[in-house]
């Protein structure tokens, strides 16, 4: 399953690279995209697991970056 959201408060491309690697490392992720300059992120993972994929997705962008937050 293809999801796009919407990013708000990121404050940088180095910040958006760093989410983009965390959340690839994240099992059950097939491919990840965060977008510094359209800030938004594409995750593409396992249907069956999506929603504990995305708490996960939550938690490593929040380690990177305390201020964003992902809109559903």
Do not use: H, Y
């Not at 990013?7 to 099992?27: G, R």
């Not at 992720?29 to 995305?54: C, H, L, P, W, Y």
């Not at 938690?59 to 559903?72: H, Q």
């Amino acid at each position: 399953m293809k999801k796009k959201f919407k990013l708000q408060d990121l404050d940088c491309a180095n910040c958006a690279a760093k989410m983009e690697d965390a959340i690839k490392k994240i099992p059950g992720v097939n491919d990840a995209n965060v977008s510094f300059m359209t800030q938004k992120m594409t995750i593409d993972a396992d249907d069956g697991q999506f929603d504990e994929i995305m708490r996960q997705v939550a938690a490593a962008c929040a380690k990177v970056e305390p201020d964003c937050k992902i809109l559903m």
